[in-house]
């Protein structure tokens, strides 16, 4: 028999027909445990955000995916899983759609003659597991139990409330759709806030960050059906507010958009919708007034956002420039083709906008910054940070690392996480982010003392976990995400790309942290 063919660099791949291939090479490579893709997944229902494992669920019901539910507990390769835990097969039509949602992609090094590799000319990595957070397992064989098919959509299961609410409820912040309830208890008028510092109440302890309600005929309602509709678990409790917490209001939020419309600003307002924050769109010289501080308390700025006339950020598809002077254009006769723009115009005509953002931060604003807008809002506000990803050689100026050197398209990568920092309470100390050759920073050796703190960081010369990164070795001891005091406000920098098209669950919440942030200077 003949040798297995050559794995060649060039596109065309694998030769002809004719070339055979020795048959037991064949059947070990094909029966090799190591090779074998998973037979099924298991998605527990005790992990910590188990609601947005239902929204997964959902992505893959959509398209037609077959799934199930556990109605008792049940035990997998050694493991108990509890009642409601989802199991998915890949013995199904939809196989090759279930690995490409659980499994990582792992695009090839394709070289051409040069030995450099050609570029991906899209995403190259997408797992939605990763990119929601989700914990599952991945098992080589069957496994059958109390299951049932799920028809049409999961529906959450309806979360518990454990102990008596005499005094309040508290809440994880690990669950996204902990917002969301606080969300609708201030809108109905009730109190909300969230802890400074751990409390411990009825022999649980509720880390910094966690939301207490406070029990009253305008909240319980809400808390109650909110439970049930979201599948948020929660506990009542004895225990009275402890002094320090933050409380929370309602947050008036401009939501930075263009005339001809931004992609990334329109998943980042049905993001907004779907977590139920008000928010108001704002376009062009509509960021250049001398109030701003007075009519909003946070500015958030989706990737390709900039103050700049003519200043989009790299990276922002769909994003475009930052507006200057120019007049809002006519609005077209249909109403789907007209613009979303509600606020167009400041005190100014758009050519100092950025100076007004600078003052609306320095009165106590909170400007909110993702994607290549994260450069955008370094600039803006004279941050003491630089371009991580350069060529530094000795006696010559840093020089921008070449495509041939570093490059990373769509992909999903790992980064440390200072789970302490506001706007990461409830994350955990690792998080799979979606980055495209997005922005990476050095601080400033003096950077603490000016009020700047990593957030996200890269503490790895191995972080791809789906998708391609070429010399992803030059990311290690980058920061990827930190947060800034400017003056009385704040400013909170994301490199990756944290709301991309509405999908990465698993980093929502550092966008809903830095709008309902902790402030432990705060006391109720």
């Not at 005499?166 to 917002?179: R, T």
Request: aromatic share 10%.
């Amino acid at each position: 028999g003949g040798a297995p063919a050559a794995q060649g660099g060039g596109r065309g791949g694998g030769g002809g027909r004719g070339g055979g291939l020795d048959a037991a090479m064949v059947q070990k490579v094909l029966k090799d445990p190591a090779r074998r893709d998973p037979r099924v997944f298991i998605i527990p229902s005790d992990q910590p955000d188990f609601p947005t494992a239902t929204k997964f669920i959902n992505a893959l019901r959509y398209v037609g995916v077959e799934v199930h539910q556990a109605t008792a507990e049940f035990t997998a390769n050694g493991k108990t899983y509890p009642a409601g835990s989802y199991v998915v097969k890949t013995a199904q039509a939809g196989r090759a759609h279930v690995l490409d949602m659980f499994e990582p992609q792992n695009h090839p090094n394709d070289m051409d003659e040069r030995g450099i590799p050609r570029r991906p000319y899209d995403s190259a990595g997408w797992t939605l597991a990763y990119q929601m957070g989700i914990k599952f397992d991945r098992l080589f064989d069957d496994v059958n139990g109390p299951f049932t098919e799920i028809q049409g959509l999961a529906k959450p299961v309806p979360g518990t409330i454990r102990g008596t609410a005499s005094a309040g409820y508290l809440i994880s912040p690990s669950i996204n759709d902990a917002f969301t309830v606080a969300n609708r208890v201030m809108k109905a008028n009730g109190e909300v806030y969230r802890l400074t510092a751990p409390l411990t109440a009825d022999g649980r302890t509720y880390p910094a960050g966690s939301f207490y309600v406070v029990a009253s005929a305008a909240s319980t309602p809400v808390v109650e059906a909110a439970a049930k509709e979201l599948g948020v678990n929660m506990d009542g409790t004895s225990e009275r507010l402890p002094a320090g917490a933050t409380k929370l209001a309602p947050k008036r939020i401009a939501l930075w958009d263009t005339q001809t419309g931004s992609m990334p600003s329109g998943w980042t307002r049905f993001l907004l919708e779907r977590f139920e924050f008000p928010y108001t769109v704002v376009c062009g010289a509509g960021f250049d007034d001398s109030n701003l501080r007075s009519k909003y308390d946070v500015i958030i700025m989706p990737s390709g956002a900039s103050f700049r006339a003519g200043g989009g950020g790299r990276g922002g598809r769909g994003g475009g420039g930052g507006e200057g002077p120019a007049q809002p254009a006519a609005q077209p006769a249909d109403p789907d083709l007209r613009s979303l723009c509600e606020v167009t115009s400041g005190t100014g005509n758009g050519a100092t906008a950025e100076a007004n953002v600078r003052k609306f931060v320095e009165q106590g604003g909170v400007v909110i910054a993702a994607g290549s807008a994260a450069e955008a809002l370094a600039a803006t506000l004279d941050l003491p940070v630089t371009d991580y990803m350069v060529d530094r050689q000795p006696n010559a100026e840093d020089r921008p690392l070449s495509a041939d050197k570093y490059y990373v398209p769509g992909s999903i990568v790992r980064v440390a996480v200072d789970k302490t920092a506001p706007s990461a309470l409830g994350a955990e100390d690792h998080v799979d982010v979606y980055f495209n050759n997005s922005p990476v920073f050095r601080l400033a050796p003096n950077a603490a003392l000016l009020g700047l703190r990593p957030v996200m960081w890269f503490d790895s010369a191995s972080p791809l976990r789906s998708g391609w990164a070429w010399g992803q070795n030059y990311l290690e001891g980058g920061t990827a995400a930190f947060e800034a005091k400017v003056g009385q406000g704040k400013a909170f920098v994301f490199g990756p790309e944290i709301t991309f098209r509405a999908q990465p669950h698993g980093t929502f919440k550092f966008l809903f942290n830095a709008i309902h942030q902790v402030d432990s200077a705060s006391s109720p």
